[in-house]
């Protein structure tokens, strides 16, 4: 923050001021500014879920919108990341307390074989930034790993991560794995990677295939809305 920030009385802003100022924060990646925003809120007594949608969700949307157009790159969606994970440290705690509705729960891994996670951490930050639940089961994780995250948490999305052509066809067998489980029915399957493409994504059998974080934010926040949609004449 400039100077002429460092100085600001977060006090002396209205709600709409706090909650826009936040969201710029977050979009600059400046994580103790994050902090102090959501820290104002909490103790004018605003209710975690508020914060989380009016101030860290927002700006969070802004974010991946500029990094789908060009406007931001990898280092500065990280910092942006970095921000909204500091904001949902002091609202988690909270959030589960209230049992606060959320838009949705992702179990995210990347699969047997491939260790890379930078992506898949780049697009968990991304989906919790959308509003959703993120279950991230971390790198080289099996078939059984995925089904058993998936029958414990139950979620609508499962984000599967390749970096390896050698490691990609696994995605395949955790699909299978899924239906011989009776539990692919109700899931949303993403899939991405550099080596992954929309005609392999097809080809396995997944849902949608996401180039990057922002596109898979942008693709969760589609599937949810059309799986809670109410039907024409409905």
């Known amino acids: ?88 440290e002091l609202l988690r705690p909270r959030l589960a307390e209230t049992d606060a509705p959320r838009a949705g729960t992702l179990v995210i891994g990347t699969v047997k074989g491939d260790i890379h996670d930078i992506g898949k951490n780049l697009v968990g930050m991304m989906m919790e930034g959308a509003g959703l639940e993120v279950i991230d089961l971390g790198i080289n994780r099996s078939a059984d790993d995925f089904v058993a995250a998936v029958q414990e948490h139950r979620p609508e999305l499962l984000g599967m991560s390749a970096l390896l052509t050698t490691t990609m066809p696994y995605m395949r067998e955790v699909i299978e794995a899924l239906a011989e489980a009776g539990l692919r029915d109700d899931l949303h399957v993403l899939v991405g990677g550099a080596p992954v493409n929309e005609e392999f994504a097809e080809a396995i059998g997944a849902d949608a295939y996401c180039r990057d974080a922002a596109v898979a934010a942008q693709t969760a926040r589609q599937l949810l809305g059309a799986r809670t949609a109410v039907p024409a004449g409905g």
């Open 1 to 88: 923050m400039t100077t002429a920030d460092d100085e600001l009385d977060l006090t002396t802003l209205d709600d709409a001021e706090l909650y826009e100022l936040m969201g710029e924060d977050l979009y600059d990646g400046l994580r103790e500014d994050v902090i102090e925003g959501v820290t104002e809120a909490l103790a004018r007594g605003h209710a975690a879920y508020d914060v989380l949608t009016d101030g860290l969700v927002a700006g969070m949307e802004q974010v991946g919108i500029d990094f789908r157009d060009g406007v931001l790159f990898v280092p500065e969606v990280l910092l942006a990341a970095s921000a909204m994970k500091g904001g949902m």
